[in-house]
């Protein structure tokens, strides 16, 4: 079962915010580049090292890891498997 939610935050402007581009660099960081043209480095090592539940840590394997998509302006891991929301990436801010 695929469930599929539309958030919308019209204050924010998240909504219209978009990743145009993701690089892998290595050690579970990512270069992300936004629609605005914002781009941060994201390191999700700290993230997937402290979770505790078994499909998050899976991505520790840093081949499955590396192995992500760009869907629909989001990071995307095996068919939404692993996703993060656009705010906390643009601000740089993902924890457990």
């Not at 019209?10 to 960081?29: P, V």
């Not at 700290?46 to 989001?74: A, C």
Request: hydrophobic share 35%.
């Amino acid at each position: 079962m695929k469930i599929i939610v539309n958030y919308k935050d019209s204050e924010s402007g998240f909504n219209q915010l978009k990743i145009d581009t993701a690089k892998y660099l290595s050690d579970y960081t990512i270069r992300i580049r936004f629609s605005d043209g914002k781009e941060n480095i994201i390191d999700f090592k700290p993230f997937l090292s402290k979770s505790l539940h078994p499909s998050i840590k899976k991505y520790l394997d840093e081949n499955k890891f590396s192995d992500f998509s760009l869907t629909d302006g989001n990071l995307n891991w095996n068919d939404y498997d692993l996703i993060f929301p656009i705010s906390d990436l643009y601000n740089g801010q993902i924890g457990v």
